[in-house]
C-alpha cells in the first residue's frame, strides 16, 4: 500500500489515468513541461506493481539520457526491479547480437562510426566505378541513410533506379552494404534497417519478440522515422500493449526522417487507443504560455490541447529590437552580467537559442569580453569548428611557415591529390634533416619514394602557399577573402554539404570573415595577422578553465529540445532565418519553422526575451533585416515591445551615414525619443518602447507587400548623389555620402583606368572596398579614398 501511495502521490487526475492504465494501446499527447517523464515512469512502477514482469517491459527513448533518467526514477519507486529502458538503436544492436546469422553477420559485428563507414563508402564508390565529379561521397551517403530510414533496400533501389534511369546511389549502395557485410560490419542505420526487415520477413520471430516484449512504451514518438515506427509496431500486434508520449507541436526532426504522421496516425493504426491530454505545464509563466500556444494555433497538423498552468503570471514577453547582431549580443550580455550582479542569478540560469550555428560568433565574442562563463551545447565552440579550424590553419602557417601541425592539417584541404603516405614521407624526411616540413615540402624532389605526381600535387601547394604569404601583411579581412577565394575553400565546402539544416559550414565561414572586418575596424592602426591570431588562440585558451556546470548555454533551437532555463533569449526571429529561407515554399515547411520556435519559447520558466535586428552583418555586408512573420501570430498586446537606439561613432557602423536600406525605418510621428526610456547597462544607449504601429508597419505585411516596402525604404534612404565628387573629398568637406553611392552595377571614372562598373562591393566602414571591371580587367578600390568619379548607375 505505501508502495501504491508513493506511486500515484501527487499526480493530476489526467496523470493518474495514464500511470493505470494497463492493457491495450495508450497514447500520452504530453504538452511541454507537462511532466511526462513522471507519468511515463510511474506508469513502469505501477505496472510492475501490478504482477506485470519487468522483464515484459522495454521503454525505448531517443538518447542515452532520458533512459538514465527514468532508469533512476524507477528504481527509487520500485527497487530492484530491472525494466529494459534504452535507446532505439540501442535495443537493436542487442536483438542483432542475437539473430545475426539471420542477415549474413557473425554475433561479434562491429558497429561502425561515421569516419569508419565514410572510409567504406569511398572504397564502394571505387569499386562501382562511379564518378564524384557532380556530387560527393558524403552526398551519396545521405542519400543511402535516407534510403535505409525509409526500409529500402538495395535491390528495391535499383529495381526503383532501372524505370528513371540509374543514379550514383542505387550503383553504391549494393556495393557498399557488401563492404559492411564482408567486414562483419553495420552503421548506424543498419541496426533500425536490418531488425526491422527481419520483423517483417520471419513471422516466426516477429510473434516470439512480441510475447517477450508484451509492454513497449515510446518516448518523443513525434520523433520517430519509418523504420523506428515499423519496429514498434511488428512488436504490438499479437500484444497491442503499445504506449507512445510525445507533442506533435514539438516534431522538429522532419529533415532527420522524423515522420510526423507516426503520431498523428496513431489512433487510426490502434482504433481502440486509450488517448490522455497531458496541459497543465508546471515549468512556465502564464504570460509564456500565452505566447507559445497562440503561436502553435497557426498549425493545421497537430494535435488540439489546451495549455494551462497554476503558476504566477510572471513578468511579460520581451520582443527587444536591436540595430544589428552586434549590440543585440553586447545587450543582453549586459543584461545576464547585470542580472548576475544585482539579482544573484548564477550562468546556468540562462540560455540564449538561435536558428543557426553562425549566429553564435557575435555571442561568443560579447561574452568573452565580459569574462561571462558560457557553453555551446551540441556544436564546437566557434573557434574549433573543422571549417574555421582549417582556415585559420592557413594564417597559422602563413604567420609561422615553421608550424608543422598547420601544414599537415592544410596540406590535403581542399583535397589535392596529397595522400597520408606522401604526408608520412614528409614528415619522416623533415625529421630526418631536421628542417620543418614545409622546406622538405620545398625539396619534395630529393624525397626517395614518392611519385611524381605526388611530388607535383606537393610542388603545387607550395606554389599556392607562397601567393598566400604575399598577402601576409594585408588586412585580415583581405587576407581571408584571398584564402577563401584561392584554395577555392568555399566550393569545397559546398560539395561535401549534406546537412540541409541551416548550411552552418558556409555561413560560418561568412562569420570568420565578419570576425575579419570586425579586427579590421577595432584595429585600424595596430592591427597584423600575428595579433589576430594571438587572440583566436588566447579564447581557446581562457575558454578551457571554465567550470562546465555552471555555465551560459548556447545552442540552436534543435538542440535546446527537452531542457528548461529560468530565462531565455531566442534571437535572430527574423524572415529568413526564422522561419528559415529554405523552409519557406512549403505548408510543412513553415508548420516545422514554428513548431521550432515553439520549442523555443517553451524552454523559458521565468522571462522570455524574443530578438530581432534591422540588419544582419553577413561577410562584412550589413543586410537590412526583416522582423519574423510569426510575430503576427502571437498575442502582440500583451507582449512589451522595446526598440534600442545607439549611438554609433566612426568604427561602430559605416562612416557614410545611411548607407544601409532600412526595413525597420518608423514613420516620422513614431520616431521621436519616447519618454520612457530605460537606460541599457554599460552600452552607451537607450532603449525605448514602441507603439503598436511598429509592427503595423513592418509585421501586418504579406509577402508582396514586404518586398515591396523595402524596396521602397531603401529608395527613401538614399542621399542625393554629389556627382564628381570623391568619397574622400566628401569627407574631407565634412558632407559624406551614403555608400549606396558605390553599388553593384555603378559606372565610375577613374583618372587612370578610365571608365568601369562596379561588380562587387564588399567589407564596412574605412575598410570598403570595390571591385570594379576595366576594359584592362578588374581592380579593387578602398572607397573611401578613391578617386572616383559616379557617371550612371
Known amino acids: 500500500m505505501a508502495v501504491m501511495d508513493a506511486i500515484l502521490k501527487d499526480l493530476t487526475e489526467s496523470q493518474i489515468d495514464a500511470v493505470t492504465h494497463l492493457d491495450g494501446p495508450l497514447l500520452m499527447l504530453a504538452g511541454p513541461g507537462s511532466g511526462k517523464t513522471r507519468v511515463v515512469t510511474h506508469r513502469i512502477a505501477y505496472m510492475i506493481s501490478q504482477g506485470i514482469a519487468p522483464s515484459q517491459i522495454a521503454a525505448l527513448t531517443f538518447t542515452n539520457k532520458a533512459a538514465d533518467e527514468m532508469r533512476l526514477r524507477v528504481e527509487k519507486l520500485v527497487p530492484g526491479q530491472s525494466v529494459w529502458m534504452g535507446t532505439f538503436h540501442r535495443f537493436c544492436a542487442q536483438l542483432l547480437r542475437r539473430y545475426a546469422p539471420m542477415v549474413g553477420l557473425a554475433e561479434n559485428?562491429?558497429?561502425?562510426?561515421?569516419?569508419?563507414?565514410?572510409?567504406?563508402?569511398?572504397?564502394?564508390?571505387?569499386?562501382?566505378d562511379v564518378s564524384t565529379s557532380h556530387t560527393s561521397p558524403e552526398q551519396i551517403a545521405s542519400t543511402i541513410s535516407r534510403a535505409k530510414n525509409r526500409l529500402v533496400t538495395p535491390e528495391m533501389m535499383l529495381a526503383s533506379s532501372k524505370r528513371?534511369?540509374?543514379?550514383?546511389?542505387?550503383?553504391?549502395?549494393?556495393?557498399?552494404?557488401?563492404?559492411?557485410?564482408?567486414?562483419?560490419?553495420v552503421d548506424f542505420d543498419d541496426l533500425l534497417l536490418h531488425i526491422a526487415l527481419l520483423l517483417r520477413d520471419n513471422p516466426e520471430?516477429?510473434?516470439q519478440l512480441d510475447a517477450r516484449f508484451r509492454y513497449i512504451l515510446v518516448d518523443e514518438y513525434q520523433d520517430t522515422n519509418l523504420a523506428q515506427y515499423a519496429i514498434v509496431r511488428a512488436l504490438s500486434i499479437d500484444h497491442p500493449n503499445l504506449s507512445v508520449t510525445g507533442d506533435p507541436d514539438q516534431s522538429i526532426y522532419g529533415w532527420r526522417g522524423a515522420d510526423l504522421n507516426n503520431i498523428l496516425d496513431f489512433e487510426k493504426d490502434y482504433p481502440s487507443v486509450k488517448t490522455v491530454r497531458l496541459e497543465q505545464n508546471y515549468r512556465s509563466t502564464p504570460n509564456i504560455l500565452r505566447v507559445a500556444d497562440q503561436l502553435i494555433q497557426h498549425n493545421r497538423r497537430r494535435k488540439q490541447k489546451e495549455l494551462y498552468?497554476?503558476?504566477?503570471?510572471?513578468?511579460?514577453?520581451?520582443?527587444?529590437?536591436?540595430?544589428?547582431?552586434?549590440?543585440?549580443?553586447?545587450a543582453i550580455a549586459d543584461e545576464i552580467s547585470n542580472a548576475m550582479a544585482v539579482e544573484g542569478f548564477r550562468p546556468r540560469d540562462f540560455a540564449i537559442l538561435y536558428r543557426m550555428n553562425a549566429l553564435s560568433r557575435s555571442l561568443e565574442h560579447a561574452m568573452r569580453r565580459r569574462g561571462l562563463p558560457y557553453q555551446i551545447i551540441n556544436g564546437l565552440e566557434f573557434y574549433q569548428r573543422k571549417e574555421i579550424k582549417d582556415l585559420l590553419a592557413y594564417l597559422h602557417l602563413i604567420n609561422n611557415p615553421r608550424?608543422?601541425?598547420?601544414?599537415?592539417?592544410?596540406?590535403n584541404t581542399p583535397t589535392r591529390g596529397i595522400g597520408a603516405?606522401?604526408?608520412q614521407r614528409l614528415r619522416g624526411y623533415a625529421d630526418r634533416h631536421n628542417v620543418p616540413m614545409l622546406d622538405a615540402a620545398r625539396q619534395v624532389d630529393q624525397i626517395e619514394g614518392l611519385a611524381k605526381r605526388s611530388a607535383t600535387c606537393v610542388t603545387r601547394f607550395v606554389e599556392l602557399f607562397d601567393r598566400l604569404s604575399l598577402k601576409a601583411t594585408a588586412s585580415i579581412e583581405d587576407l581571408l577573402r584571398y584564402v577563401v577565394e584561392e584554395t577555392k575553400y568555399e566550393a569545397f565546402l559546398l560539395k561535401s554539404h549534406v546537412d540541409e539544416q541551416d548550411s552552418s559550414a558556409v555561413a560560418n565561414v561568412d562569420e570568420l570573415i565578419t570576425a575579419g572586418v570586425e579586427f579590421d575596424r577595432y584595429h585600424p592602426d595596430d592591427g597584423s595577422l600575428e595579433l589576430f591570431l594571438e587572440q583566436t588562440a588566447l579564447v581557446a585558451d581562457t575558454d578551457a578553465f571554465e567550470d562546465?556546470?555552471?555555465?551560459?548555454?548556447v545552442m540552436t533551437l534543435h538542440a535546446a529540445k527537452g531542457l528548461e532555463f529560468p530565462r531565455v533569449f531566442v534571437i535572430g526571429v527574423e524572415d529568413g532565418l526564422l522561419p528559415h529561407s529554405r523552409s519557406r515554399d512549403t505548408d510543412a515547411g513553415m508548420e516545422e519553422e514554428r513548431r521550432l520556435l515553439f520549442v523555443g519559447i517553451t524552454r523559458a520558466k521565468e522571462r522570455l526575451q524574443l530578438s530581432c535586428c534591422k540588419s544582419r552583418t553577413f561577410r562584412g555586408d550589413s543586410r537590412p533585416a526583416v522582423p519574423s512573420p510569426f510575430f503576427n501570430e502571437m498575442p502582440l498586446d500583451e507582449i512589451r515591445r522595446v526598440e534600442s537606439e545607439v549611438q554609433q561613432n566612426w568604427f561602430d557602423d559605416d562612416p557614410y551615414g545611411n548607407s544601409y536600406p532600412d526595413s525597420w525605418d518608423l514613420p516620422e510621428e513614431d520616431s521621436e525619443a519616447n519618454q520612457d526610456s530605460e537606460p541599457n547597462q554599460d552600452s552607451g544607449s537607450a532603449v525605448h518602447e514602441k507603439p503598436d504601429s511598429l509592427f503595423d508597419e513592418t509585421c501586418q505585411l504579406t509577402e508582396q507587400d514586404r518586398e515591396q516596402e523595402i524596396a521602397k525604404r531603401k529608395k527613401k534612404t538614399r542621399a542625393p548623389l554629389a556627382s564628381l565628387q570623391t568619397a574622400a573629398e566628401m569627407l574631407a568637406s565634412g558632407s559624406a555620402p551614403p555608400l549606396t553611392v558605390y553599388r553593384e552595377g555603378t559606372q565610375v571614372r577613374h583618372g587612370e583606368y578610365g571608365e568601369g562598373t562596379i561588380v562587387s562591393v564588399t567589407g564596412r566602414g574605412p575598410k570598403r572596398t570595390a571591385m570594379i571591371?576595366?576594359?584592362?580587367?578588374?581592380?579593387?578600390?578602398?572607397l573611401a579614398f578613391a578617386n572616383l568619379e559616379v557617371i550612371g548607375g
Do not use: C, W
Not at 528513371?164 to 557488401?178: D, E
Not at 498552468?309 to 553586447?330: Q, S, W
Not at 608550424?403 to 596540406?411: E, K, S, Y
Not at 571591371?773 to 578602398?782: L, S
Open 205 to 207: 520471430l516477429r510473434a
Open 109 to 128: 559485428y562491429s558497429i561502425y562510426d561515421t569516419s569508419d563507414s565514410k572510409q567504406a563508402m569511398k572504397r564502394a564508390i571505387e569499386v562501382a
Open 309 to 330: 498552468t497554476h503558476n504566477d503570471e510572471g513578468d511579460p514577453v520581451v520582443l527587444r529590437i536591436y540595430h544589428n547582431g552586434y549590440e543585440e549580443a553586447d
Open 403 to 411: 608550424h608543422d601541425v598547420a601544414l599537415q592539417r592544410i596540406l
Open 164 to 185: 528513371s534511369g540509374p543514379t550514383m546511389a542505387s550503383k553504391v549502395y549494393p556495393q557498399y552494404q557488401q563492404q559492411l557485410l564482408t567486414a562483419n560490419a
Open 421 to 423: 603516405k606522401t604526408i
Open 773 to 782: 571591371r576595366f576594359d584592362d580587367g578588374e581592380r579593387n578600390f578602398r
Open 548 to 553: 562546465e556546470n555552471d555555465r551560459i548555454t
